[in-house]
C-alpha cells in the first residue's frame, strides 16, 4: 500500500485545479535509475491506466504504480511540506536504506 497525509492530498486537490485537471488525473508514482542515491522518485498527473500498473487510494486520491517501482514503494507514504525549509512533496520509504540530502533520490 501506498498512501497520502492529508497535507499531500490538499497539495494534490490545488494542483489539480491550478493545472486545469480533472478527478480523472491520477497521481502516477514511479522510481527511475539515477540521482546521488542511486534510485529517483518521480511524480506526475497521469490518466491513462497501464497493464501492469497497481493502483492504491488513500483519502480519495488514487495512486497509479508500475510493477518494477511498486517493489521499491511498499510501505512508503507521500506527504508535502510548505514550511520554512519545505521541500514540497516527500516520500516516506520505509524501504530505503539511505536517502540524499534534498530527499529526493534513495537507496535500498
Given at each position: 500500500?501506498?498512501?497520502?497525509?492529508?497535507?499531500?492530498?490538499?497539495?494534490?486537490?490545488?494542483?489539480?485545479?491550478?493545472?486545469?485537471?480533472?478527478?480523472?488525473?491520477?497521481?502516477?508514482?514511479?522510481?527511475?535509475?539515477?540521482?546521488?542515491?542511486?534510485?529517483?522518485?518521480?511524480?506526475?498527473?497521469?490518466?491513462?491506466?497501464?497493464?501492469?500498473?497497481?493502483?492504491?487510494?488513500?483519502?480519495?486520491?488514487k495512486?497509479?504504480?508500475?510493477?518494477?517501482?511498486?517493489?521499491?514503494?511498499?510501505?512508503?507514504?507521500?506527504?508535502?511540506?510548505?514550511?520554512?525549509?519545505?521541500k514540497?512533496?516527500?516520500?516516506?520509504?520505509?524501504?530505503?536504506?539511505?536517502?540524499?540530502?534534498?530527499?529526493?533520490?534513495f537507496?535500498?
Amino acid at each position: 500500500m501506498i498512501s497520502v497525509t492529508e497535507k499531500a492530498k490538499d497539495r494534490i486537490i490545488e494542483l489539480r485545479k491550478q493545472e486545469g485537471r480533472t478527478d480523472l488525473h491520477n497521481i502516477r508514482v514511479m522510481v527511475k535509475g539515477g540521482g546521488c542515491s542511486g534510485l529517483m522518485y518521480d511524480l506526475n498527473f497521469d490518466d491513462a491506466l497501464q497493464p501492469n500498473d497497481q493502483v492504491f487510494e488513500d483519502k480519495g486520491i488514487k495512486i497509479l504504480v508500475d510493477k518494477k517501482s511498486l517493489l521499491y514503494l511498499l510501505g512508503t507514504t507521500l506527504d508535502f511540506s510548505d514550511g520554512l525549509n519545505g521541500k514540497g512533496f516527500q516520500f516516506i520509504n520505509p524501504n530505503a536504506s539511505r536517502t540524499c540530502g534534498c530527499g529526493e533520490s534513495f537507496a535500498v
